[in-house]
RNA sequence: GGGUGCUUAGCUCAGCUGGUAGAGCGUCGCCCUUACAAGGCGAAUGUCGCAGGUUCGAGCCCUGCAGCACCCACCA
């Protein structure tokens, strides 16, 4: 084995051969057990958060695959209409180009192209990660077998009168040019006015006046409402006033939704311009008037000389004539919310057009009631409130978009208008009856992305064919997913799932916490903060981070400050951590926290630890043989003790898989990797391996037992860690006894019965507290470890002289003693340093070991050191910043006397300590 | 306005059904002791946001307050 474990070059190979040898189809016949992966946008990057994501779902599927199930974790990749679709138009606008330039069928190819060059990005970055996904298996959302399930459930779903055709208000996107869901549209608090207009009775005297955010919108008032019981306007019902600048006249209405301590206690009414108008206006029966083209340009049912004013212009001028009109009455700045696309970030507007609309209510009720009665189960479990909150206000779900990529509705209108949807145009003309030279035209859009991710879990699986795959998988185990998509999509396939198939997609929902930068700020291009999971395994210099994070900027004029950001916080870019190191920060972070905050020295730490457990490694195949000698074995109280830490650990870690808790599980492992493996087992090991004195059957045990605790050790943790884990299982497992030709078809270390052995653990216990005991004194009195002493002990009782009898040359070598002496019953304690084990006292005689004198005046110098610094202390104006910050630690009040004493327990030492 | 979280060591975070506060990174000594300096040995560090309450005992349970974050929502 080489010295130092480098990841890069094990990784790429032991992946190959894992792939080579198909070792990711599920086999066996066990239970199965399936994950289904969120599919990333086909076109897309992997980031942190879908890092994190494939380690924790990996992690999973390898747990369950090593411990015997049928295990499938389904990938794939989506389309991701909107986003997809902008890239390529921006794509095209660099050239001078729009997509009406090439047409519908030119963009869509062209999209299919981008997909075709950029869409083995993901696939290559997951097989980096080490993702045991099924790639045969691999799905696309736009694949016939996707579009044909999308295809059949929009239909199933119309015929059962689920989905509906509607004009109603809609989101708008003015700048796409398509309708929104209301998932999709991000509130945003702006700082606006607020506008008191005066309309003018349409009979002669008098006013009201009504408050506004949207001037413009004034041109499509077809009411003004005030509260029912507003003594103020109660005479005023049934008058009607003239809207100024156009000269309609309209109605003076009473509705209970007017909020008397808003404004004037008027609103004006254009109900297809505001949600809540439009629902006014219904239940008033009053007109629509839209006064707004498609991209918000004031349109034809306004006075001509507002035509084709953008909205801003168009309030400009409208606030301006009414000003001069003597109708504005005050302005107020007001902050209020302003819908905005999550995709565009244009100011959407409610536009009254036709679109396709699922009648949610009916799926929402079976839906809410599988996670009510346990069918379903969030883990952590109070994501289950998020989610009825939601579902309990849910509305109809606007599906159809105004797009060019995406599934095309399944729907033809007649040259009358009628609608036909069906599975083909052929189908409907069957099923309708229409001749072949009737005209049939199919509905220009497309569905909103997540119609086909709410179909993922089952249409993954073959459906709506009866695969076996479905049959086996479906319900799949365990959904893993952030919380910021509970409504987009697992709502969505919960409602879909229980609808077509009768079923639940998934039994669990695993809700992960978002990962952040290390100051807990989210991570996005235009904060410069991002970082490519892959430049963490296999490293980048500077100049590389800084140009990957400065173009492509949505906002140029922020890469200055990025650039600056970059080269402060990674001067000498990221050094190469491996994947490993990478994933045991993942799981060591997946605690139930829904922000995670990711700090690169936590990657360090633990890419040291995979050099541990490396190093340990080539110990243990430097101490043992291949073949192993036949001799009879007799344990030593080492061998059995770390085989009973083994069992304790590995409990632990089996229940953090079971629980999801990934950090516990990290943890548990971590530690006993090592803090007991390495740190005290391989050292007990040393003095029965490398002493001759020794007995061959101790030093045969002591090496089955290093060889069985490593084995073990790595199964444990392959889930996590799986290529290093690999990679020196290739070399240990043989000689451990294990014929299997990859560690990821190896059964998962389980907890053996006869494992756990409380006394020997006790003993141990002891021993290491003794050694412990011996090595602080050690260190406080500055005693190198080449320099050996001998102890005397006192109080010991028969235990403990038994005890160390049992354990004295690990005593002697861990705690470099050459000797401990009883006192003689009525011996005097001698001038020493001691510690403590229980009631045994350990002691270490000064005489001879250290000149006391040397001593104490070696102590008086350090007491005049830090009374000075105390002194300095005190007049801080002088001090650096790191002395102070020396200072406040180890100077406050409360730590000032732990500073002076040592922690050691003095004897015997003269009073006088200053000599 | 409604909802959900968070506040523990310098930083990032664990702490399960209440029982003497933990990890990683960082800090301070001493060591290149043949598995590992990406290391070893040792050390320091917390009025567990604030104020009450329940309890033999509270970081954990209850009440109130403060600060922070996120989600949802049609007050023009």
């Known amino acids: 084995m080489d010295k130092t474990y480098s990841p890069g070059e094990i990784e790429e190979r032991v992946y190959r051969q894992w792939e080579a040898n198909g070792l990711f ?136 009168g689920l989905i509906y055709r509607g004009k109603r208000l809609v989101n708008w996107d003015p700048v796409l040019k398509t309708a929104l869901s209301d998932l999709e549209v991000q509130s945003e608090e702006t700082d606006g006015s607020l506008w008191h207009i005066r309309y003018p009775f349409a009979d002669g005297d008098g006013h009201v006046t009504v408050a506004t955010t949207r001037p413009e919108t004034l041109l499509g008032d077809v009411a003004v409402a005030f509260h029912p019981d507003d003594e103020r306007y109660r005479g005023f019902a049934g008058r009607r006033l003239t809207l100024p600048l156009t000269g309609r006249e309209i109605p003076l209405i009473a509705d209970d939704f007017v909020d008397r301590a808003f404004g004037s206690g008027c609103v004006k009414l254009t109900p297809a311009h505001d949600f809540n108008d439009y629902e006014v206006g219904e239940r ?45 009455e005050k302005v107020e700045p007001h902050r209020h919310t302003v819908p905005k696309g999550d995709r565009s970030g244009a100011v959407l507007e409610p536009w009254l057009t036709d679109q396709w609309y699922v009648r949610i209510a009916p799926l929402a009720e079976p839906a809410t009631r599988a996670v009510e009665d346990g069918h379903i189960r969030f883990v952590p479990s109070n994501w289950d409130k998020t989610y009825f909150e939601w579902m309990r206000n849910i509305k109809d779900w606007c599906i159809s978009r105004q797009l060019w990529w995406g599934h095309r509705i399944p729907a033809w209108y007649g040259p009358d208008g009628t609608v036909y949807v069906a599975r083909s145009e052929a189908e409907a003309r069957e099923r309708h009856g229409i001749a072949p030279g009737v005209p049939l035209v199919q509905d220009e859009d497309v569905l909103d992305t997540w119609f086909s991710s709410a179909l993922w879990p089952f249409s993954t699986l073959g459906w709506p064919d009866r695969t076996p795959e479905l049959a086996a998988f479906y319900p799949t185990s365990v959904l893993v997913t952030g919380f910021d998509i509970i409504f987009f999509w697992v709502a969505r396939m919960i409602m879909m799932g229980l609808h077509f198939t009768g079923e639940v997609p998934f039994r669990e929902v695993y809700v992960h916490g978002l990962i952040r930068d290390h100051e807990g700020q989210k991570m996005s291009k235009s904060k410069g903060n991002v970082i490519d999971p892959l430049d963490i395994v296999d490293g980048i210099g500077l100049e590389e981070l800084v140009a990957k994070r400065v173009t492509g900027l949505m906002q140029p004029k922020l890469a200055p400050a990025i650039e600056r950001g970059t080269r402060k916080q990674y001067p000498a870019g990221i050094a190469a951590h491996g994947t490993d190191a990478l994933r045991f920060t993942f799981a060591s972070l997946a605690t ?84 007991e493996f390495c740190d005290w087992y391989l050292e007990f090991s040393k003095p029965v391996l490398q002493t001759p004195d020794a007995r061959p059957e101790e030093k045969r045990a002591t090496r089955r037992a290093l060889l069985e605790t490593l084995e073990a050790l790595l199964r444990l943790l392959h889930p996590l860690m799986p290529f290093i884990t690999e990679e020196i299982w290739q070399m240990v497992g043989a000689r451990a006894g294990k014929s299997g030709a990859s560690i990821m078809r190896e059964p998962y270390p389980a907890v053996s019965a006869d494992a756990a052995a409380p006394a020997v653990e006790a003993e141990v ?8 005991g011996v090595r602080r004194i050690r260190g406080e009195l500055d005693i190198p470890p080449s320099v050996p002493f001998a102890l005397r002990l006192q109080n010991a009782s028969a235990l403990d002289l038994e005890r160390l009898a049992r354990n004295e040359a690990a005593i002697r070598r861990m705690a470099g003693v050459s000797g401990a002496m009883p006192l003689a019953a009525g011996e005097a304690a001698p001038q020493a340093a001691a510690a403590h084990v229980g009631d045994l006292g350990i002691l270490v005689p000064m005489a001879g070991l250290i000149d006391v004198d040397a001593e104490l005046a070696r102590l008086d110098k350090r007491r005049v050191k830090l009374e000075q610094e105390l002194a300095r202390a005190r007049t801080p104006s002088s001090a650096t910043r790191a002395s102070c910050r020396m200072r406040r630690r180890r100077w406050s009040p409360r730590n000032r006397s732990a500073c002076l004493s040592s922690s050691v327990n003095w004897r015997n030492l003269p009073n006088n300590r200053s000599g």
């Open 765 to 772: 216990r002891w021993v290491m507290d003794f050694i412990l």
């Open 592 to 675: 139930q926290s829904r922000d995670l905050s990711f700090d690169l020295g936590r990657v360090e730490g633990y890419r040291n630890f995979c050099n541990k457990l490396w190093n340990a490694a080539r110990f243990v195949l430097m101490m043992t043989e291949d073949p192993a000698d036949p001799g009879p074995e007799s344990p030593t109280p080492y061998d059995r003790w770390i085989r009973s830490r083994l069992a304790a650990t590995i409990a632990t870690v089996r229940e953090g898989f079971a629980q999801y808790r990934f950090d516990q599980a990290a943890q548990a492992a971590y530690e006993f990797t090592w803090y």
């Open 25 to 160: 189809a599920p086999a066996g016949s066990g239970p199965p057990y399936c994950i289904v992966i969120p599919p990333p946008n086909v076109t897309g990057t992997l980031h942190m958060g879908h890092a994190f994501q494939d380690t924790i779902m990996d992690a999973l599927t390898r747990f369950h695959r090593m411990a015997g199930d049928r295990a499938l974790w389904q990938p794939g990749t989506d389309h991701a209409g909107i986003a997809t679709q902008m890239v390529v138009e921006r794509q095209l606008n660099g050239e001078g180009r729009t997509r009406h330039d090439l047409g519908r069928d030119a963009f869509t190819a062209r999209i299919w192209q981008w997909k075709e060059q950029s869409g083995g990005t993901i696939a290559r970055q997951m097989r980096r990660l080490g993702a045991s996904v099924d790639w045969s298996r691999d799905r696309f959302t736009m694949d016939p077998g996707m579009s044909r399930a999308v295809q059949e459930a929009f239909v199933r779903l119309h015929e059962q």
């Open 284 to 328: 008033h029966g009053l007109p629509l008037i839209n006064v707004l083209t498609a991209d918000a340009t004031i349109g034809d049912a306004a006075p001509a000389r507002y035509h084709g004013l953008d909205r801003v212009t168009a309030r400009r001028q409208i606030v301006t004539e009414l000003d001069a009109a003597g109708l504005l």
